[in-house]
């Protein structure tokens, strides 16, 4: 069996952009009777898993993975962490 290194991806939105799956959540939980939520807000995570042989270093070429495809750049931002 081949080895395997993985990288995730943290992808959310900017400070400041409108999150509307995140007030349609939090207006849900308030429904529910959960109304000490004073915002929430959406996101996305990304596990890449990569070959144990790739080259260079896996947390620049994830982060040019987020930058190429996974995230906005306008409205989104990221973060990549080993694991």
Excluded: W
């Amino acid at each position: 069996m081949s080895q395997s290194r993985k990288m995730t991806c943290h992808i959310h939105l900017k400070k400041g952009v409108l999150d509307p799956q995140g007030v349609t959540i939090k207006q849900a939980l308030e429904n529910l009777g959960y109304d000490d939520v004073l915002e929430v807000r959406s996101s996305k995570v990304f596990t890449l898993t990569f070959r144990e042989d790739t080259d260079g270093d896996l947390t620049l070429r994830a982060q040019e993975i987020c930058r190429k495809l996974l995230a906005n750049p306008v409205i989104e931002q990221f973060t990549v962490e080993e694991g």
